[in-house]
């Protein structure tokens, strides 16, 4: 095998395995940035985005951490920088910082609720609990719906979590411990969570 031969088998190679990639991990990392930015059309741009970065550096991926690990720094970074922007556009629009992300004139983010004589009570119930924890979580600071989402959302380890975001474990399960009694109180008006329900806590 020539050279350039070699060098176009492992373009192909590393075209393919990055295709790969995005088949296998473009619906969580888009979940993922949609729970961080609570904005369908701007989690769409981010989450191409950051394919896009993740194929120009593609070959440069040394494979000394998880791709997904690789995928979601990535993509919490445009988030951050994302967030940023949205919080700049909102004070120069002079709208409440305090006010959903999702928020917009044709309301196209919220839920519909269905006709409630077709769908059984506790459905209902259900996607209220939803879209409600959905908010919560929207409103917490940055560096607290950041862990609740990669940990309590996404499942990943203290360990995945940690290289991802480059923080410490101590500092990690400090943010996760205060992140969920943020949420018991917020939610605590519509059901009542017990302490037992907030999960593992700083030992």
Aim: hydrophobic residues 35%.
């Amino acid at each position: 095998m020539t050279s350039s031969q070699s060098s176009s088998s492992n373009s192909q190679d590393a075209k393919a395995s990055f295709e790969a990639a995005v088949e296998k991990y473009h619906a969580r990392i888009f979940q993922l940035v949609y729970r961080y930015l609570g904005n369908y059309d701007e989690a769409d741009d981010v989450t191409q985005e950051t394919f896009i970065r993740a194929y120009r550096a593609w070959d440069n991926f040394r494979g000394d951490a998880q791709v997904y690990t690789w995928l979601y720094r990535i993509a919490l970074n445009l988030c951050h920088n994302q967030n940023k922007k949205l919080t700049r556009r909102h004070q120069a629009e002079g709208s409440s910082l305090d006010a959903p992300l999702n928020n917009s004139e044709d309301d196209s983010q919220t839920i519909d609720v269905p006709d409630t004589s077709a769908v059984p009570w506790n459905t209902l119930e259900r996607k209220e609990l939803n879209q409600r924890l959905f908010d919560a979580v929207q409103g917490l600071p940055e560096n607290y719906r950041v862990v609740i989402v990669l940990r309590d959302i996404e499942g990943l380890s203290y360990d995945e979590i940690a290289r991802i975001t480059s923080c410490s474990l101590e500092a990690i399960k400090s943010r996760l411990f205060r992140a969920r009694n943020m949420l018991r109180t917020r939610l605590s008006s519509y059901v009542g969570l017990g302490k037992d329900e907030a999960g593992d806590e700083v030992n």
